[in-house]
């Protein structure tokens, strides 16, 4: 009964967390908000190495093919839009000869590497498979 | 034709010690460990004169002889009955990587590259595997020595190194194959065992340098282009020059003007380490009258001008180059679209033809302009616009190109360019036949809203350059993606047009039988007649047709040989996805399929 009961608070709690996670990206949360932890990007790293280095390079810098995904060509190329976005053009279009075909864990967690790459900062919480989280993330120069 | 024997795994692969021209890359030689399963007996040696006039059954070139037609002089499979083909035999190719094969063909011999560096030996009549090259996974060592730090470090069974581990084309004479590889080296390989005799590092591929390209053999002399130019380091682009016998470089000519050269100016006061791009990525032509390689140049990065920080012209990017094969001299150089601005290649293959007596080549590049030069000069003759770029205006007096008004990108300004930077045309070589002096040119239609971004000017940055695309129908192209063109060679006019849902994924082959073989990217690969663009026959096969179909005939039978596989550049994939997104591939499928008329 009591583990029961504190099993329920824990839910209780991590949905509350969740909740205000999902008020303070809603509100315009950013990529330097610490939004990813740092074991998620070390799990994209594996991803990305098995899955993305081919064709965007093992900097991440890309080639004539493959957009780089770090620095200055990634923030032209998404800032002023959210981790969302940037969510779903990976998930829907990577990797080329198999896109969406990576399990949903990965994309999510090779999106939580290149934050990583990129210098933002990490945080304590996971980057949620959560596209209305997502959503409210914004990719923006550093404040 | 053939003796099974035991020969398997790596110590048969190091007969010979290998070469090594940067020792501290010399390790990467104790990781081939590549399988043999037969030895062929009757392969005979090939010379200079088999290369330069091969048989009429043999393709001893990647298109087939060093003037790069793409066609085949067997006339069995006709427009009367190529209806009839049948599937004799398939072979399935290595799915680890992208396949954009360039298969040869001699003694009854298939030689096939396919991707990260395998090779295989088939009979050409049966498909049996006669014997198969492949590389082995990295060593620790290897690992260690930083040489492969944009491969080797993956986990094995992982795509692995820019490119995907293309080879499009393998060169074959004497008794050798000859491959070049995505970790920058060449390896010669016994035709007959299957077996590495040497490799020779040409270029550190921890700074990017890779090969997609192939060999060539001209006069003698193994020559190569390499790729992986696009990031800012102290050297720059070239073609190198190799002895055959051993791999010894010979000669190596950069593909840019460096600040002391001549020409160097043009790109104003950039530092060497800031003049990148020129990638030699296709392979060359070759005139044994002349004694000079044709070799294409690609455009210049970052793509942008206000991007890569000069309007110069760039030398020697986007250009046709012609070298003397036994020193790498350039006899001249014809430079396309100076300054290139928008991603528009003009790397590619060299089509030799006598026309009215002139030694010409044409080439066409992305923006589908079809050059002729004078081969021993470098000459201008001729350039028609087939009228689907909206970039440049070209004199076609002079050829001199000019950008329209406001088709110079400005960094985050939204330019509206046709075609997209997938161009018009691209690697899908081209094909000629002189029995109706035609050009069949694979096409793709489509345009783009591009806005081109910075990158950062350093040592190990610059890159292509970021752009944001949104890409959309040619408004010519009645929703179709693919063309094939023939046009009238040396008027230009069009004969006719062929057009597909689908963009055609493959080089044109045509024959003299009146036909021209192309697959495209939905898995249909098609016959169309030569005079008037009829489709004669299709076909699907397993995955998207890639690569170049070629013809050849063993025993007085005639074959058609077409690659299918996936991989490529991304818009081959994106293309598709966004302009007709009902059409879709397997992921898999990469083989070779041949075919041929009822026994």
Not at chain 1, 38 to 55: D, N
Not at chain 1, 62 to 89: C, D, H, I, K, Y
Not at chain 2, 124 to 134: F, I, K, M
Request: glycine share 10%; hydrophobic share 40%.
């Amino acid at each position: 009964m009591g583990n029961c009961m504190a099993r329920l608070k824990l839910v209780a709690a991590l949905s509350a967390a969740v909740c205000a996670l999902s008020v303070s990206y809603a509100q315009g949360g950013t990529v330097w908000d610490g939004v990813y932890s740092s074991e998620q990007a070390e799990r994209g790293e594996a991803v990305y190495k098995a899955a993305c280095i081919a064709c965007h390079g093992q900097d991440l810098g890309g080639n004539s093919n493959s957009p780089g995904l770090v620095g200055m060509g990634f923030m032209f190329l998404w800032e002023g839009r959210t981790l969302g976005a940037f969510f779903e053009q990976i998930r829907e279009e990577m990797p080329t000869d198999r896109p969406g075909q990576l399990p949903a864990q990965d994309y999510v967690d090779v999106v939580a590497y290149i934050m990583q790459a990129n210098s933002f900062p990490v945080g304590d919480n996971e980057l949620p498979y959560d596209a209305e989280i997502l959503d409210g993330i914004a990719i923006a120069p550093k404040p | 034709m053939i003796r099974s024997n035991a020969m398997c795994g790596g110590e048969f692969g190091k007969r010979e010690l290998p070469r090594s021209i940067l020792p501290s890359l010399s390790l990467t030689l104790s990781l081939i460990a590549p399988f043999a399963s037969a030895q062929i007996e009757s392969f005979s040696a090939v010379d200079d004169e088999m290369l330069n006039s091969p048989a009429t059954g043999e393709w001893l070139s990647w298109r087939g002889t060093p003037a790069a037609w793409g066609y085949s002089p067997l006339d069995q499979i006709n427009t009367e009955n190529v209806d009839q083909l049948q599937l004799k035999w398939s072979f399935a190719l290595d799915d680890t990587g992208a396949i954009q094969a360039a298969p040869l063909i001699h003694d009854g011999i298939m030689f096939i590259p396919s991707a990260r560096g395998v090779i295989q030996a088939l009979d050409a009549v049966t498909g049996d595997l006669l014997w198969e090259y492949r590389p082995a996974p990295p060593t620790e060592e290897f690992i260690n020595s930083g040489a492969g730090t944009r491969a080797a470090v993956l986990p094995a069974g992982a795509f692995a190194g820019v490119g995907r581990g293309v080879q499009k084309n393998i060169a074959l004479y004497g008794e050798m194959i000859y491959a070049s590889t995505e970790t920058a080296s060449i390896r010669a390989i016994d035709a007959r065992s299957g077996l590495l005799v040497w490799e020779t590092q040409v270029a550190d591929p921890t700074l990017g340098y890779f090969y997609t390209a192939g060999p060539i053999i001209a006069n003698g002399t193994l020559v190569t282009g390499i790729t992986g130019c696009d990031r800012y380091k102290d050297d720059v682009c070239f073609i190198t020059g190799h002895d055959p016998a051993t791999g010894e470089e010979k000669w190596r000519t950069s593909t840019v003007a460096r600040p002391e050269d001549p020409g160097g100016d043009t790109w104003g006061d950039l530092p060497l380490r800031f003049r990148a791009g020129s990638d030699a990525w296709v392979a060359g032509s070759y005139d044994p009258q002349a004694n000079l390689i044709y070799w294409g140049t690609a455009q210049a990065k970052p793509w942008a001008r206000a991007v890569r920080g000069t309007d110069g012209d760039a030398l020697y990017t986007n250009s046709t180059l012609a070298l003397n094969p036994d020193n790498g001299e350039m006899a001249w150089y014809f430079q396309h679209i100076p300054g290139e601005t928008q991603d528009m290649d003009e790397v590619f293959e060299n089509i030799l033809i006598d026309i009215d007596g002139r030694k010409s080549l044409f080439k066409m590049g992305k923006l589908g302009i079809l050059w002729q030069l004078d081969r021993e000069t470098g000459e201008f003759i001729k350039a028609t616009d087939i009228g689907y770029q909206n970039i440049v205006n070209l004199d076609p007096i002079t050829g001199q190109i000019t950008y329209r008004d406001g088709m110079i990108p400005r960094i985050g300004e939204e330019l509206n360019m046709c075609p997209s930077t997938s161009g018009v045309k691209s690697w899908r070589a081209m094909a000629y036949s002189p029995d109706t002096s035609a050009m069949y040119i694979p096409i793709t239609l489509n345009c783009e809203l591009a806005t081109f971004g910075p990158t950062e000017r350093q040592l190990g940055g610059g890159g292509a350059g970021p752009v944001r695309r949104v890409n959309y129908h040619h408004p010519q192209s009645d929703g179709n993606l693919g063309e094939i063109l023939a046009l009238d060679i040396p008027s230009g006019e069009v004969k006719w047009r062929y057009r597909s849902r689908a963009p055609f994924n493959t080089a044109a082959l045509t024959t003299a039988g009146g036909l021209v073989f192309a697959g495209d990217w939905n898995r249909t690969m098609s016959a169309l007649d030569a005079d008037n663009g009829e489709l004669l026959w299709q076909v699907r096969l397993a995955t998207s047709n890639q690569g170049f179909p070629i013809s050849y005939s063993v025993n007085g039978k005639q074959y058609i040989a077409m690659p299918v596989g996936t991989g490529g550049a991304s818009w081959s994939g994106s293309l598709p996805r966004e302009l007709a997104p009902e059409l879709s591939r397997p992921r898999n499928g990469s083989s070779i399929n041949v075919f041929a008329l009822p026994d």
